[in-house]
T-cell receptor, first 110, second 114 residues
Framework: GENVEQHPSTLSVQEGDSAVIKCTYSDSASNYFPWYKQELGKRPQLIIDIRSNVGEKKDQRIAVTLNKTAKHFSLHITETQPEDSAVYFCAAPRDNDMRFGAGTRLTVKP | DAGVIQSPRHEVTEMGQEVTLRCKPI?????LFWYRQTMMRGLELLIYFNNNVPIDDSGMPEDRFSAKMPNASFSTLKIQPSEPRDSAVYFC????????????FGQGTRLTVV
């Protein structure tokens, strides 16, 4: 299955600042890249995804960018708020194999 | 649709006992995934099914673990015999067409083996 490397493992930002999390994958055939958010004690939930035919997708304060040549994609959160504090996971599934990165624990300090 | 439904939500069992975790995927989804989550190992994919057929069980840690999907609306993950190191949160997730659509997770089963 596809392995993705996710960085950083932890990220602490001040409320209002931006946060960026990056994932790198190895299989050039991957064409779908989802991001999940997991709040403490809750299930992971899909927050945004991108397909390989576009380079960027936005949804309010979150955006995902994709660089297929370099095989990496990133999650961008602008104007961070305390409720953005969570663990974020990326995936680069190939066929039906949905394996996740190691996760990034984001802390937004008020 | 109520989403992916897992049962039980919490399970406490003694070492050596058999544990069965259950999952009902979202109706119409044809891919089902079982994950294990721990602080040390993160979110691990144990096994996944496509159209009720196990595709890859390379993530199953040992022969003590087994999973079945007898029909499109039900799957089980069994641990026999259970050990304290199996303590974790087990998630089931389902999706339509697996890796080209997002997966939706159940609420998880928190397993404690004492």
């Amino acid at each position: 299955g596809e392995n993705v490397e996710q960085h950083p493992s932890t990220l602490s930002v001040q409320e209002g600042d931006s946060a960026v999390i990056k994932c790198t994958y190895s299989d050039s055939a991957s064409n779908y890249f989802p991001w999940y958010k997991q709040e403490l004690g809750k299930r992971p939930q899909l927050i945004i995804d991108i397909r390989s035919n576009v380079g960027e997708k936005k949804d309010q304060r979150i955006a995902v960018t994709l660089n297929k040549t370099a095989k990496h994609f990133s999650l961008h959160i602008t104007e961070t708020q305390p409720e953005d504090s969570a663990v974020y996971f990326c995936a680069a599934p190939r066929d039906n194999d949905m394996r996740f990165g190691a996760g990034t624990r984001l802390t937004v300090k008020p | 649709d109520a989403g992916v439904i897992q049962s039980p939500r919490h399970e406490v069992t003694e070492m050596g006992q058999e544990v069965t975790l259950r999952c009902k995927p979202i109706s119409g989804h044809n891919s089902l995934f079982w994950y294990r989550q721990t602080m040390m190992r993160g979110l691990e994919l144990l096994i996944y099914f496509n159209n009720n057929v196990p595709i890859d069980d390379s993530g199953m840690p040992e022969d003590r673990f087994s999973a079945k999907m007898p029909n499109a609306s039900f799957s089980t993950l069994k641990i026999q015999p259970s050990e304290p190191r199996d303590s974790a949160v087990y998630f089931c997730a389902s999706s339509f067409q697996g890796g080209i659509q997002g997966a939706f997770f159940g609420q998880g089963t928190r397993l404690t083996v004492v």
